[in-house]
């Protein structure tokens, strides 16, 4: 069958590369700076998927001049796979400081 492929997980891995953002909305290297957006590339066989994350705290999308912004050390945040509309209304509010951006994502993110 033409849709049957032999992919081996174990020995085949499929290769990335990401873009990470901080929270001005500037790509960053990883390990230097608190991410708050990623956008990876994942090159398979014969396709490229790319996937999006963004910052979460407390199930909401983390808003670093928020009310939460003095203590986003201590937050229990991870990144979170999204769709593309939610991941660039939020870069859309990182750079541009408008909050309409930012709840625009929100709802987007609940929504899915």
Do not use: W
């Amino acid at each position: 069958m033409k849709y049957v492929e032999k992919y081996n997980p174990k020995t085949e891995t499929p290769q990335s590369e990401s873009a990470m953002y901080n929270n001005v909305g500037d790509i960053v290297e990883p390990n230097t700076e608190t991410v708050y957006a990623k956008c990876q590339n994942v090159f398979l066989r014969d396709a490229m998927q790319k996937q999006f994350y963004v910052l979460v705290a407390n199930g909401n999308l983390l808003d670093p001049r928020g009310t939460d912004s003095h203590r986003i050390n201590t937050l229990k945040k991870e990144l979170r796979k999204t769709n593309k509309k939610t991941f660039e209304l939020y870069i859309k509010y990182l750079q541009s400081k408008n909050p309409i951006f930012l709840r625009q994502a929100e709802r987007s993110y609940i929504n899915g």
